[in-house]
């Protein structure tokens, strides 16, 4: 049971990662006010009970502290739409953020960063901010914990990045070995770490549920959608490595030297942490809105060829749209 008291403010509220983190917090027993910039952002996380705060995160935080009363804070830092690809801008929105719950008086301060903060590659330019913000956090004096996520399981359903999760498919940017988190995970490791302060205060935990390559996912979406699952890459390695280099280093990276994060490590303190078969699950829904568990509608057969034809354009032109926010 949580304290009166606990009262935590989420930054990113209506985002994958922030939204999930505000749904297990809830589920905890933690009253959550969640950061948006507006009344569809508000509807939304009202929805789930969490009590919106309408603010812009990378510049109102301490607006959004006072509103709250929150004296706990949750934040992350959104490196493509937010700081529109730039790793400068999104330190920006991290010291902000640090620097608020400090002016704030704010007891315990929770970074959702990466795992292995310092350790990618140059290339990975969405990662460059996390250590950066990760060491002005330490350096501030205020009280704090890290959370290092690896890859969420997320990205299989991401229709604003051209991949719905569809029946019967799955595709990703990666075809081999990947360490997978659930987001609702990032936010019940939150918990773990606000409940226990003096456990992890100045310290971090990689939240990992799965290390799994695109076959094993597609065999546990099989197990809990009943139907056979085609799987394969989201686009053409020749077009990752020349439209989305940063991802493309980082899916290098996934394969040597690996990551740190270990689902075993992790278990140790979230124990119901979500492999794919658990994710898609709780998932539990297509991109078209149809649920995946007891759904008895076959997938539709289409035509070979125009399915071949679609996905080669969604590459090509998913490619382009990357290409050209990018660059
Ligand atoms: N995908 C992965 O596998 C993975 C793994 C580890 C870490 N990460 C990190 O996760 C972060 C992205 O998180 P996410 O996927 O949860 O984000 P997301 O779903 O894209 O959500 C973005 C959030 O930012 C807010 N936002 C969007 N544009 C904004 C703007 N111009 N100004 C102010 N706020 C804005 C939105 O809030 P409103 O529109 O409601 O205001 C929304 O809540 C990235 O920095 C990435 O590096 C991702």
Not at 43 to 68: D, H, Q
Not at 175 to 193: K, L, M, S
Request: hydrophobic share 45%; proline share 5%; glycine share 8%.
């Amino acid at each position: 049971m949580v304290a009166e008291k606990d009262v935590i403010l989420v930054t990113c509220a209506t985002g994958k990662a922030g939204f999930e983190c505000c749904k297990a917090l809830v589920d905890d027993g933690f009253d959550v006010y969640g950061c948006t910039r507006n009344a569809a952002g508000g509807k939304k996380l009202a929805a789930i009970n969490v009590k919106p705060v309408v603010c812009n995160y990378t510049c109102e935080i301490p607006k959004a502290l006072a509103e709250s009363g929150a004296k706990r804070l949750l934040f992350i830092t959104d490196f493509f739409r937010a700081a529109k690809n730039k790793a400068e801008v999104e330190f920006e929105h991290g010291k902000h953020a640090v620097d608020a719950a400090k002016a704030a008086g704010v007891v315990h301060t929770i970074f959702i960063s990466v795992n292995d903060a310092d350790k990618w590659p140059a290339e990975c330019d969405h990662l460059l901010a996390k250590p950066r913000v990760e060491a002005y956090l330490k350096a501030s004096g205020i009280r704090y914990s890290l959370l290092g996520p690896v890859a969420f399981f997320e990205n299989f359903d991401d229709s604003a990045n051209f991949n719905p999760l569809t029946k019967g498919k799955l595709y990703f940017l990666d075809e081999g070995t990947v360490p997978f988190c659930a987001t609702y995970d990032i936010g019940r490791a939150a918990a773990v770490q606000f409940k226990s302060p003096e456990r992890w205060l100045g310290k971090k935990l990689d939240v990992c549920g799965q290390l799994a390559d695109l076959q094993t996912c597609a065999a546990a979406l099989e197990k809990v959608g009943g139907f056979p699952v085609k799987s394969g890459l989201a686009m053409p390695i020749w077009a990752r490595r020349l439209f989305l280099r940063d991802l493309h280093y980082m899916c290098l990276h996934y394969m040597s030297p690996g990551v740190s994060a270990s689902p075993s490590e992790f278990k140790k303190h979230v124990p119901g942490a979500m492999d794919a078969e658990a994710w898609f699950r709780h998932h539990n829904r297509y991109a078209n809105g149809e649920p995946i568990v007891g759904n008895t509608t076959p997938p539709s057969k289409g035509n070979m060829s125009a399915t071949i034809g679609i996905a080669l354009a969604v590459a090509v032109a998913s490619s382009l749209v990357y290409y050209v926010n990018r660059h």
